[in-house]
Protein backbone atom coordinates (compact mmCIF):
# COMPACT_ATOMS: atom_id res chain seq x y z
CA UNK A 1 0.00 0.00 0.00
CA UNK A 2 1.31 3.26 -0.96
CA UNK A 3 1.69 5.26 2.49
CA UNK A 4 3.86 7.98 3.76
CA UNK A 5 4.19 6.79 7.64
CA UNK A 6 5.36 9.60 10.62
CA UNK A 7 6.22 8.20 13.84
CA UNK A 8 5.91 8.72 16.47
CA UNK A 9 2.40 10.02 16.03
CA UNK A 10 2.48 11.86 19.42
CA UNK A 11 5.31 12.89 21.59
CA UNK A 12 5.46 15.10 24.70
CA UNK A 13 9.45 16.11 25.96
CA UNK A 14 10.41 18.52 28.06
CA UNK A 15 12.68 21.76 26.35
CA UNK A 16 15.86 21.33 24.86
CA UNK A 17 16.02 17.48 24.84
CA UNK A 18 16.74 16.52 20.80
CA UNK A 19 14.28 14.77 18.92
CA UNK A 20 13.64 13.02 15.47
CA UNK A 21 10.48 12.80 13.43
CA UNK A 22 10.89 10.20 10.96
CA UNK A 23 9.16 10.10 7.59
CA UNK A 24 9.05 7.69 5.40
CA UNK A 25 7.69 7.06 1.76
CA UNK A 26 7.79 3.98 -0.31
CA UNK A 27 6.74 5.34 -3.68
CA UNK A 28 10.28 6.23 -4.73
CA UNK A 29 8.89 9.88 -5.12
CA UNK A 30 11.69 12.63 -5.29
CA UNK A 31 9.97 15.18 -3.42
CA UNK A 32 9.39 15.26 0.53
CA UNK A 33 8.64 18.39 2.38
CA UNK A 34 7.51 18.94 5.82
CA UNK A 35 5.03 20.99 7.11
CA UNK A 36 3.76 22.51 10.68
CA UNK A 37 0.47 23.33 11.57
CA UNK A 38 -1.44 25.95 14.05
CA UNK A 39 -4.47 27.45 14.84
CA UNK A 40 -5.20 30.01 12.62
CA UNK A 41 -2.13 30.17 10.86
CA UNK A 42 -3.09 27.20 8.44
CA UNK A 43 -0.25 25.01 7.36
CA UNK A 44 3.74 26.33 6.81
CA UNK A 45 6.47 24.97 5.23
CA UNK A 46 9.34 24.11 6.82
CA UNK A 47 11.75 22.51 4.85
CA UNK A 48 11.10 20.45 1.29
CA UNK A 49 13.81 18.47 -0.59
CA UNK A 50 13.43 17.82 -4.09
CA UNK A 51 15.79 14.59 -4.09
CA UNK A 52 18.55 13.31 -2.08
CA UNK A 53 21.08 15.84 -0.77
CA UNK A 54 19.05 18.18 -2.00
CA UNK A 55 16.97 20.62 0.88
CA UNK A 56 15.58 23.91 0.76
CA UNK A 57 13.70 26.05 3.40
CA UNK A 58 10.43 26.40 2.99
CA UNK A 59 8.66 29.46 5.74
CA UNK A 60 9.62 28.79 8.54
CA UNK A 61 13.02 26.52 9.08
CA UNK A 62 14.19 28.52 12.43
CA UNK A 63 15.08 25.74 14.98
CA UNK A 64 14.70 22.52 12.34
CA UNK A 65 17.05 20.88 10.63
CA UNK A 66 16.33 17.92 7.87
CA UNK A 67 18.37 15.17 5.95
CA UNK A 68 17.79 13.51 2.85
CA UNK A 69 20.50 10.68 2.86
CA UNK A 70 18.27 8.17 1.10
CA UNK A 71 15.23 9.07 -1.38
CA UNK A 72 13.05 7.14 0.82
CA UNK A 73 13.15 8.97 4.36
CA UNK A 74 13.30 12.49 5.35
CA UNK A 75 13.77 13.11 9.25
CA UNK A 76 13.38 16.21 10.86
CA UNK A 77 15.29 16.94 13.80
CA UNK A 78 14.75 19.40 16.56
CA UNK A 79 18.33 20.02 18.16
CA UNK A 80 17.09 21.82 20.78
CA UNK A 81 12.69 22.15 20.97
CA UNK A 82 11.35 24.83 22.65
CA UNK A 83 7.38 25.22 23.68
CA UNK A 84 6.88 27.80 20.28
CA UNK A 85 7.73 24.50 18.39
CA UNK A 86 4.51 22.62 19.74
CA UNK A 87 2.55 21.67 17.17
CA UNK A 88 0.87 19.27 14.71
CA UNK A 89 3.23 18.24 11.77
CA UNK A 90 3.22 16.36 8.73
CA UNK A 91 5.64 15.15 6.24
CA UNK A 92 4.49 15.01 2.59
CA UNK A 93 5.64 13.53 -0.84
CA UNK A 94 5.15 13.45 -4.23
CA UNK A 95 6.47 12.51 -7.51
CA UNK A 96 6.65 15.99 -8.97
CA UNK A 97 7.52 18.96 -7.10
CA UNK A 98 5.12 20.18 -4.46
CA UNK A 99 2.47 17.46 -5.17
CA UNK A 100 -0.90 18.39 -6.36
CA UNK A 101 -2.98 15.07 -7.44
CA UNK A 102 -0.18 12.76 -6.59
CA UNK A 103 0.59 14.00 -2.91
CA UNK A 104 0.45 11.44 -0.25
CA UNK A 105 0.50 13.17 3.16
CA UNK A 106 1.80 11.15 6.53
CA UNK A 107 -1.00 10.90 9.51
CA UNK A 108 0.53 13.97 11.27
CA UNK A 109 2.83 14.26 14.50
CA UNK A 110 1.43 15.80 17.46
CA UNK A 111 4.26 17.28 19.50
CA UNK A 112 4.34 19.20 23.16
CA UNK A 113 7.27 21.07 24.30
CA UNK A 114 6.36 21.59 28.33
CA UNK B 1 7.89 37.45 1.78
CA UNK B 2 5.45 35.56 -0.09
CA UNK B 3 1.90 35.47 1.12
CA UNK B 4 -1.29 33.45 0.84
CA UNK B 5 -4.76 35.14 2.29
CA UNK B 6 -8.04 32.91 2.81
CA UNK B 7 -11.06 34.48 3.40
CA UNK B 8 -13.46 34.71 5.29
CA UNK B 9 -11.75 32.48 7.80
CA UNK B 10 -15.13 31.08 9.28
CA UNK B 11 -18.49 30.51 7.06
CA UNK B 12 -21.40 29.00 8.50
CA UNK B 13 -24.46 27.77 6.02
CA UNK B 14 -27.34 25.75 5.43
CA UNK B 15 -27.34 22.43 3.45
CA UNK B 16 -28.38 23.27 -0.39
CA UNK B 17 -26.30 27.25 0.00
CA UNK B 18 -23.96 27.80 -2.36
CA UNK B 19 -20.48 29.16 -1.06
CA UNK B 20 -17.91 30.53 -2.44
CA UNK B 21 -14.42 30.69 -0.87
CA UNK B 22 -11.56 33.16 -1.70
CA UNK B 23 -7.76 33.16 -1.92
CA UNK B 24 -5.38 36.08 -3.09
CA UNK B 25 -1.47 35.66 -3.17
CA UNK B 26 2.00 37.32 -3.57
CA UNK B 27 4.49 35.44 -4.13
CA UNK B 28 7.64 35.89 -6.63
CA UNK B 29 7.97 33.23 -9.25
CA UNK B 30 4.64 31.89 -9.10
CA UNK B 31 4.08 27.70 -10.79
CA UNK B 32 0.80 26.75 -9.14
CA UNK B 33 -2.20 27.33 -7.09
CA UNK B 34 -3.47 24.09 -4.91
CA UNK B 35 -6.66 23.66 -3.13
CA UNK B 36 -6.96 21.39 -0.82
CA UNK B 37 -10.04 19.79 1.96
CA UNK B 38 -8.91 18.87 5.60
CA UNK B 39 -11.23 16.94 8.12
CA UNK B 40 -9.76 15.52 11.27
CA UNK B 41 -6.89 14.34 9.13
CA UNK B 42 -4.45 15.24 6.88
CA UNK B 43 -5.20 17.47 3.95
CA UNK B 44 -7.01 15.95 0.31
CA UNK B 45 -6.15 17.30 -2.57
CA UNK B 46 -9.29 19.25 -4.55
CA UNK B 47 -7.40 20.67 -7.46
CA UNK B 48 -4.47 22.32 -9.18
CA UNK B 49 -4.44 25.18 -11.54
CA UNK B 50 -1.58 26.82 -13.65
CA UNK B 51 -3.60 28.31 -16.29
CA UNK B 52 -5.78 32.08 -15.58
CA UNK B 53 -9.19 31.12 -16.86
CA UNK B 54 -9.71 27.95 -17.06
CA UNK B 55 -12.07 26.49 -14.60
CA UNK B 56 -12.10 23.38 -12.82
CA UNK B 57 -14.94 20.99 -12.05
CA UNK B 58 -15.52 18.28 -9.80
CA UNK B 59 -19.02 17.08 -9.04
CA UNK B 60 -20.35 20.06 -7.18
CA UNK B 61 -17.13 21.93 -6.64
CA UNK B 62 -15.20 24.48 -9.27
CA UNK B 63 -12.33 26.62 -9.07
CA UNK B 64 -10.90 29.49 -11.33
CA UNK B 65 -7.81 31.05 -11.23
CA UNK B 66 -7.11 34.30 -11.84
CA UNK B 67 -2.98 35.21 -12.51
CA UNK B 68 -3.30 38.57 -13.45
CA UNK B 69 -5.37 39.59 -10.20
CA UNK B 70 -3.43 36.75 -8.34
CA UNK B 71 -6.57 35.30 -6.54
CA UNK B 72 -8.74 32.11 -6.89
CA UNK B 73 -11.90 31.49 -6.24
CA UNK B 74 -13.47 27.73 -4.99
CA UNK B 75 -16.99 27.24 -5.39
CA UNK B 76 -19.14 24.55 -3.75
CA UNK B 77 -22.66 24.44 -4.59
CA UNK B 78 -26.03 22.58 -3.25
CA UNK B 79 -23.76 22.08 0.42
CA UNK B 80 -23.63 18.89 2.43
CA UNK B 81 -23.10 18.45 5.19
CA UNK B 82 -20.71 16.39 4.42
CA UNK B 83 -18.40 19.85 3.20
CA UNK B 84 -17.50 20.55 6.50
CA UNK B 85 -14.29 20.61 6.58
CA UNK B 86 -11.06 23.45 6.43
CA UNK B 87 -10.54 24.21 3.04
CA UNK B 88 -6.79 25.25 2.67
CA UNK B 89 -4.96 26.85 -0.60
CA UNK B 90 -1.65 27.11 -1.16
CA UNK B 91 0.34 28.18 -3.43
CA UNK B 92 3.72 26.74 -5.41
CA UNK B 93 6.47 28.84 -6.03
CA UNK B 94 10.70 28.89 -6.50
CA UNK B 95 12.54 29.61 -4.17
CA UNK B 96 15.81 28.45 -3.30
CA UNK B 97 17.85 26.33 -5.78
CA UNK B 98 14.59 24.57 -6.87
CA UNK B 99 11.12 24.95 -6.99
CA UNK B 100 8.85 23.70 -4.52
CA UNK B 101 8.27 26.04 -1.89
CA UNK B 102 4.58 25.62 -0.95
CA UNK B 103 3.13 28.66 1.11
CA UNK B 104 -0.37 27.81 2.65
CA UNK B 105 -3.31 30.11 3.18
CA UNK B 106 -4.51 30.34 7.32
CA UNK B 107 -7.68 28.08 5.70
CA UNK B 108 -11.23 28.43 5.61
CA UNK B 109 -13.46 26.93 8.23
CA UNK B 110 -16.94 26.06 6.46
CA UNK B 111 -19.33 24.62 8.65
CA UNK B 112 -22.69 23.08 7.16
CA UNK B 113 -25.67 22.73 9.59
CA UNK B 114 -28.96 20.06 8.33
Known amino acids: EAQVTQNPRYLITVTGKKLTVTCSQNMNHEYMSWYRQDPGLGLRQIYY???????DKGDVPEGYKVSRKEKRNFPLILESPSPNQTSLYFCASSLFPAGGRDAFFGQGTRLTVV | EDKVVQSPLSLVVHEGDTVTLNCSYE??????LLWYKQEKKAPTFLFML????IEKKSGRLSSILDKKELFSILNITATQTGDSAVYLCAVVSSGGTSYGKLTFGQGTILTVHP
Open chain 2, 27 to 32: VTNFRS
Open chain 1, 49 to 55: SMNVEVT
Open chain 2, 50 to 53: TSSG
